[in-house]
C-alpha cells in the first residue's frame, strides 16, 4: 500500500515561508503526476499546484509567484516551497499522487496557519 506522508506545516506570521514535504513509501510514484491540495476550514478542497512526468508545473492563480512545487526523485519526495504567506494561506495541505490504471492516492495533510 502506497503511503504518502506530509510535513513541515506549521504556524507561520504573514510574509513569512514554509517549506512543505511529501515522501512517498515507494520508489518511482512521484516521477507521476504530483499535487498540492489545501482545504480551509468550511471550505472546500482546492487543488494548488501541480508537477506532471514531464516537469510541467501548474499552479491555482491565488499562490502564483508565490509558491513553487517541486520534487526529488532520488528521496522520493515532493515539495511545496510556501514564501509570502498570507492568512487565507491557512488549511490542511494535502499531497496527491496520480498514478497509471486510474490510482490515485493522498495523504493524511499537514496544517498550515498563517497568523500574527
Known amino acids: 500500500q502506497v503511503q504518502l506522508v506530509e510535513s513541515g506545516g506549521g504556524l507561520v506570521q504573514p510574509g513569512g515561508s514554509l517549506r512543505l514535504s511529501c515522501a512517498a513509501s515507494e520508489s518511482n510514484i512521484i516521477i507521476y503526476t504530483m499535487a498540492w491540495y489545501r482545504q480551509a476550514p468550511g471550505k472546500q478542497r482546492e487543488l494548488v499546484a501541480t508537477v506532471t512526468r514531464g516537469g510541467s508545473t501548474n499552479y491555482s492563480d491565488s499562490v502564483k509567484g508565490r509558491f513553487t512545487i517541486s520534487r526529488d526523485n532520488a528521496k522520493n519526495t515532493v515539495y511545496l516551497q510556501m514564501n509570502s504567506l498570507k492568512p487565507e494561506d491557512t488549511a490542511v495541505y494535502y499531497c496527491?499522487?496520480?498514478?497509471?490504471?486510474?490510482?490515485?492516492?493522498w495523504g493524511k495533510g499537514t496544517l498550515v496557519t498563517v497568523s500574527s
Open positions: 496527491n499522487a496520480n498514478l497509471p490504471l486510474a490510482r490515485e492516492y
